[in-house]
T-cell receptor, first 111, second 111 residues
Framework: GAGVSQSPSNKVTEKGKDVELRCDPISGHTALYWYRQSLGQGLEFLIYFQGNSAPDKSGLPSDRFSAERTGGSVSTLTIQRTQQEDSAVYLC?????????FGPGTRLTVL | AQRVTQPEKLLSVFKGAPVELKCNYSYSGSPELFWYVQYSRQRLQLLLRHISRESIKGFTADLNKGETSFHLKKPFAQEEDSAMYYC?????????????FGGGTRLMVKP
């Protein structure tokens, strides 16, 4: 079946603009995660959704970052007033029981 | 809080040589450990997890709770093993089992 998909694959924006990144998880997966992969920083957890429960936002680096998940499926990560330090690859993963399956990522470049 | 450390950013070996990618962790509870691999221009994918005690693509990893380590080993490296390798820890009950990643080790296998 189809894996996790993300769009766009690449996004170039200007400092101060808002961006939206989309994630389509594997059908039936109840858990959805967002991570950020920065150059030289490894992967850091951002936010987690489980079913209809309130998301765990403990990893979001600032209040410019937000995410929502509609209908327990598609998720959108929004970054407002982007800064150059937001440049990174944003990864989405979904999971049913264990073993998170990752999407290809969205490479965000803030000029 | 949990932490995963991969002390080597780059590991370079010749084809046919043994490989050991180091991973150490700190976590007060009972962790679940994973190795993820990212080949060039491909998405992050699960390589193996300690619970299954399996060998994937010739790689094995044993959880050593005394040394808090989960080193990845392969007796004879192949050129196609060249990739980024991430060790990850899942702490049950924390942020819905989100993964804490190490900084990654780039493995280069030379012909």
């Amino acid at each position: 079946g189809a894996g996790v998909s993300q769009s766009p694959s690449n996004k170039v924006t200007e400092k101060g603009k808002d961006v939206e990144l989309r994630c389509d998880p594997i059908s039936g997966h109840t858990a959805l995660y967002w991570y950020r992969q920065s150059l030289g920083q490894g992967l850091e957890f951002l936010i987690y959704f489980q079913g209809n429960s309130a998301p765990d936002k403990s990893g979001l680096p600032s209040d410019r970052f937000s995410a929502e998940r509609t209908g327990g499926s598609v998720s959108t990560l929004t970054i407002q007033r982007t800064q150059q330090e937001d440049s990174a690859v944003y990864l989405c993963a979904s999971s049913l029981v264990f073993g998170q399956f990752f999407g290809p990522g969205t490479r965000l470049t803030v000029l | 809080a949990q932490r995963v450390t991969q002390p080597e950013k780059l590991l370079s070996v010749f084809k046919g040589a043994p490989v050991e990618l180091k991973c150490n962790y700190s976590y007060s509870g009972s962790p679940e450990l994973f190795w993820y691999v990212q080949y060039s221009r491909q998405r992050l994918q699960l390589l193996l997890r300690h619970i299954s005690r399996e060998s994937i693509k010739g790689f094995t990893a044993d959880l050593n709770k005394g040394e808090t380590s989960f080193h990845l080993k392969k007796p004879f490296a192949q050129e196609e093993d060249s990739a980024m390798y991430y060790c990850a820890l899942r702490a049950a009950g924390v942020a819905g089992n989100m993964l804490t990643f190490g900084g990654g080790t780039r493995l280069m296998v030379k012909p």
